[in-house]
C-alpha cells in the first residue's frame, strides 16, 4: 500500500454501489476502510430500477475490483422494444453477441450483494445514519443517530445528493430541473399483467406520446418496473399522493393523466404493488470546491455531482470517481492525501460537469411533445 494511508482510517459514509465500490479498492491495496450506511439491514430493499454500467466507465472500475465477471454472471442484456400508446409494438432491437456486455441491467441489491460479499468482514456499519461532521484534532468526528460516533482520519462522502455535509466542499444547492417521475413495482408479472408482461418479450420497453415517457423492464430480480416520466405537474405533490397506501389513488392519477393511452398500460398501473415519485434534480458543477478544508474530505458519486437520469450517467459517472480516487490514493503518484484529493476533483468536474449537460439536454428533449422513441432508435440504427 501508498504510504498515504498508512495508518490512516477512511471512513465512507454511503453503501450504495459508488461507497462499496470504493471500499473495495481501497481494501485491495491494504487500506482501513469502514463504510457507514444509514439502511438498518444489507437487506433493505434498495428502492429505484435496474442500473447499466458501460463499457467504457462503470465496468472499469468493476474491473479494477475484479468484479466485472461476476456482474456479467449476474446482470441480464436485454434488448429493447418501442411501443405506441396503444400498445403496438414500432420497433423491437435484439441484443447481439458482439455488444452483450456492454451494458447490461442489474437489480440494485443484486449489485449490493456483490459489492458487500468482496469487502473484508464488519467493513459495513449498519443504521448509522451521520447528523453531523466536525473536524477535531487532527481527525473527523462523526456523529450517527441513536448516540453512536466514530473518528476518522480521511472522509469520503458518497451517500447521494441528499448529503448533509457537503457544506464542507461546496455552497452549490440542488436544484430541481422541473421533470417528475413515477416509478411503480409490479411482483410476479407474468401473473399479475401477463397481456403486458408477454407485450416486454424479456426486453425494456419504451412509449413516448405528448411529453409523456414510459419506460419498463420486466425482469427486475422478479418484479416489473416501469417509470413515468413528465413534467413537473400542475397538482401539488401532496394532491398527487405517491405513498404505498394510496395505491388507487395514484393508479387513477395515472389513468387521468394518460386517459388516451391505451387499456393495456391502464391495466398495468392498477396492478401496481408500490409507487413512488420524485422530482428530478440537479446539483450545479460549476463553482469550484473550497480550497479550505480542515481535513481531508471529499464527495464522490451523486454527492458530487447529481444529475437528472436522462444520459444512463450517474452511476458509471460516480463509478470513475471511485476508480480515479483511489488511483491517486494508492499509486504513489501524489504526495499527500490533499493533493489525491485535489487532482481527483480536477479530473471529475470536466467529465461530471460533461455528462451532467448531456442528461439536461436529453431531459428536454424529452420532455418535448413531439419527442419519440421510436425516431430516436431510427437515427441512432
Given at each position: 500500500m501508498n504510504k498515504l494511508l498508512n495508518d490512516k482510517k477512511t471512513a465512507i459514509i454511503g453503501a450504495g454501489p459508488v461507497g462499496l465500490t470504493m471500499a473495495r479498492l481501497l481494501q485491495q491495496a491494504g487500506a482501513e476502510v469502514t463504510v457507514y450506511e444509514r439502511d438498518k439491514t444489507p437487506e433493505a430493499r434498495i428502492w429505484g430500477g435496474t442500473l447499466d454500467?458501460?463499457?467504457?466507465?462503470?465496468?472499469q472500475a468493476l474491473k479494477k475490483a475484479g468484479l466485472l465477471e461476476k456482474y456479467y454472471e449476474e446482470?441480464?442484456?436485454?434488448?429493447?422494444?418501442?411501443?405506441?400508446?396503444e400498445g403496438n409494438i414500432l420497433k423491437s432491437v435484439e441484443i447481439k453477441p458482439e455488444n452483450r456486455w456492454d451494458n447490461p441491467e442489474i437489480n440494485r441489491n443484486v449489485l449490493r450483494k456483490i459489492l458487500l460479499e468482496s469487502l473484508e468482514k464488519n467493513t459495513v456499519h449498519w443504521d448509522r445514519?451521520?447528523?453531523?461532521?466536525?473536524?477535531?484534532?487532527?481527525?473527523?468526528?462523526?456523529k450517527f443517530e441513536n448516540g453512536y460516533s466514530e473518528t476518522a482520519d480521511f472522509v469520503i462522502v458518497a451517500n447521494g445528493g441528499q448529503s448533509k455535509v457537503r457544506k464542507y466542499m461546496t455552497d452549490s444547492l440542488i436544484e430541481e430541473t422541473g421533470t417528475f417521475i413515477l416509478q411503480g413495482d409490479i411482483h410476479q408479472p407474468e401473473i399479475s399483467c401477463p397481456e403486458f408482461f408477454r407485450l416486454c418479450g424479456g426486453k425494456r420497453l419504451m412509449t413516448s406520446h405528448n411529453g409523456n415517457l414510459f419506460?419498463?423492464?420486466?425482469?427486475?430480480?422478479?418484479?416489473?418496473?416501469?417509470?413515468?416520466?413528465?413534467k413537473n405537474p400542475e397538482e401539488s405533490r401532496?394532491?398527487?399522493k405517491i405513498k404505498e397506501s394510496n395505491l388507487e389513488e395514484t393508479a387513477a392519477f395515472l389513468s387521468a393523466r394518460l386517459h388516451d393511452w391505451g387499456r393495456i398500460y391502464h391495466q398495468l398501473f392498477h396492478a401496481t404493488t408500490f409507487f413512488a415519485g420524485l422530482p428530478t434534480r440537479k446539483?450545479?458543477?460549476n463553482a469550484p470546491w473550497k480550497d479550505s478544508r480542515p481535513l481531508p474530505i471529499t464527495l464522490i458519486g451523486d454527492a458530487a455531482h447529481l444529475m437528472p437520469p436522462f444520459a444512463g450517467q450517474g452511476v458509471n459517472i460516480g463509478l470513475i470517481d471511485a476508480l480515479n480516487l483511489s488511483e491517486n490514493l494508492i499509486n504513489g503518484s501524489c504526495k499527500t492525501i490533499?493533493?489525491?484529493?485535489?487532482d481527483y476533483e480536477k479530473?471529475?468536474?470536466i467529465y461530471a460537469k460533461k455528462a451532467q449537460s448531456e442528461s439536461g439536454k436529453n431531459e428536454m428533449e424529452m420532455r418535448n411533445p413531439d419527442f419519440s422513441f421510436a425516431a430516436l432508435m431510427y437515427h441512432s440504427s
Open positions: 454500467l458501460h463499457k467504457d466507465s462503470g465496468q446482470s441480464i442484456p436485454m434488448g429493447i422494444v418501442i411501443a405506441d400508446k445514519k451521520l447528523t453531523g461532521l466536525q473536524a477535531g484534532h487532527k481527525k473527523w468526528n462523526l419506460i419498463a423492464n420486466p425482469m427486475n430480480n422478479g418484479s416489473l418496473t416501469y417509470g413515468i416520466i413528465f401532496e394532491d398527487i446539483i450545479p458543477i490533499e493533493d489525491a484529493v485535489y479530473k471529475m468536474f
